[in-house]
């Protein structure tokens, strides 16, 4: 029998640090970074011939109601992050989004404006992440979290609903997992995903190779029971976020969800009279029904932690930290940032090895590329909370939105920034590197000092706004033309349901090339070369579409370049379609 140890240690007679056929990988925790990890190692695994096994432990069950099968989120899967899946090729289903968000009303105590998407495309997804919230009775949809552990179980991941209470080491350095029912197991590798909510952080502290857990501050999520047509009528594809210059409040958003309304809330101090004074304000009130009573009690209610400065070494020896227990971005897109650390882990475990070094050379900068904009993240926070202080300033930014919802998509300095600030979808360095040119500060400028007058609204406030459906994307009728041969393109596209027709135009002649179905992508050759569009592409029926920015997509594969095997591996097979076509054609 092993003597167990409390501390990774390598030695003398270590089996290497390197996974192979047969290795076992322990993962404990199951939310986003859990998932992403095992999805990706496995996948990777795959691709270099190894079988690997990988067991999650996670004790929760994502299809309980209420907090208990929820990991306790405001929901919103950033625009960027919907877009880098798709690439990926992990298209999320319409079960899962509850609304597809193509719009930000900005509340402050001034007036309201509404900021839209760009590309007039939902891209955004609020969803729930585990089975719905407590008072549900008639769940017709599928939680963020369950939907991504059921990939990891059609990629071949074993899920064990136990809580991890201890980890050893035995006599040759390999990490021993024991659960709370007492049930042991030795791995090759451990995977920490435990989120920043779990005492198991001091179990991995206490390991002493030099982890410090991430620094973090409180939020509190409610859910609001509002019935479709009302959530559809006041809330429309629109999350509300409010700069209020109440004491004690940092941010406040509300976030349409099927019949639901989230409220998800940023302060240290948020108790039930904090809550209702918060939905008693003029400016939150007018976002609900006039007659809409306050709840008498929160049912749905829970008080979390979110990660905001990130894990001191959260890798040793066979031993790595992914998700919110070792880095993740500011306030924003924490799914984003765990889906980033999990795959760096992945690449890192598969490709280069699971090392302490091997780890600090290939996954380390990862976290810290996140920590380092996270200080960019900083500023604009407190620009932010300056702004909230200052009605001339808050009027200055809303009159420039409101003349900027005139212009066409480039010229809309401000909005773009708001745009991304809120959504989490740019890094923060890049918000801030925007906001430093003089097309963005000189209207700024100058409208505060106008709005010393009274402010005029946009027209475009929150109310009354229809909505379509839940799903993402943009919906094309049958026959329409998606792209068109010969146009310049900027995206490549996946088709989220539906099918396309792929032609080639030779004069007034149309060759019919492929059909293309749900999950498929085509525009790619835009994200590679500067030529034009080669062909035509037109929906059969109706079919919906997800675009994926060029520089969406070539930022994340010059941090991760493996997000291009899928594509790859895609335009490759297309070559050898057309190679056979073409013997076809010669025989
Ligand atoms: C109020 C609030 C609102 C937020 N809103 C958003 C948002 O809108 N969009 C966004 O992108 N991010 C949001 N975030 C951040 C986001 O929730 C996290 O970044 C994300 O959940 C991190 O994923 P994770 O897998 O690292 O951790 P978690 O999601 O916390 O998952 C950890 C998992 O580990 C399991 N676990 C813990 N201990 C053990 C153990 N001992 N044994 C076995 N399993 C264990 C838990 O059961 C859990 O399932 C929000 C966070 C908060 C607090």
Known sequence: MPTPNSKPRPMADSPPFKLDDGSQVAVIGGGPAGSFFSHFLLDLAKRADMNIAVDIYDPKDFLRFGPIGCNHCGGIVSESLVQIMAAEGINIPETVAQRGIDAYVLHTDVDSVRIDTPLQEK???????????????????????????????????????????????????????????????????????????????????????????????????????????????????????????????????????GNFITLALLGEKIDKEFLDSFLKSPEVKKCFPPDWDLPKEYKCRCSSYINIRGALQPFADRVLLVGDCAASKLYKNGIGAAYVTAKAGATTAILHGISAGDFKQNYWPACKSINTDNAFGRIIFAITRQIQKSKFLKRGVLRVVAKESKKEGKHRHMSSVLWDTFTGSAPYRNIILRSMRPGFWLPFIWETIVGMLPFRKNGKGGKGQVISSNALGKVYRDGETIINQGDTGDCMYVIQSGKVRIMGVEGNRKIHLAVLEEGDFFGEMALFEKQVRSTTVCAIDETRILTIDKKTLLRRIHEDPSLAFRILQKMSSRIREMNCQLRDVQN
Not at 143 to 153: I, Y
Not at 239 to 252: C, D, E, K, S, T
Request: charged share 25%; glycine share 12%.
């Open 123 to 257: 891209r955004i997804a609020a969803m729930f992440r585990g089975g719905g919230p407590l008072g549900t009775s008639d769940a017709t949809w599928e939680g963020f979290d369950g939907f991504l552990q059921n990939l990891t179980r059609d990629s071949g991941a074993k899920i064990i609903p136990e809580k991890v209470k201890a980890i050893d080491f035995d006599d040759t350095g390999r990490p021993v997992v024991t659960t709370r029912g007492d049930t042991s197991k030795t791995y090759d590798l451990l995977v920490g995903a435990v989120g920043v909510n779990s005492p198991f952080l001091k179990v991995i502290e206490k390991l002493d190779f030099g982890y410090r857990p991430p620094e973090i501050t409180k939020t509190t999520i409610c859910e609001f029971y509002m019935g479709q047509e009302l959530a559809k009528r006041y809330f429309g594809d629109a999350m509300h976020v409010f700069l209020l210059n109440i004491p004690g409040l940092r941010f406040a958003a509300l976030i349409p969800k």
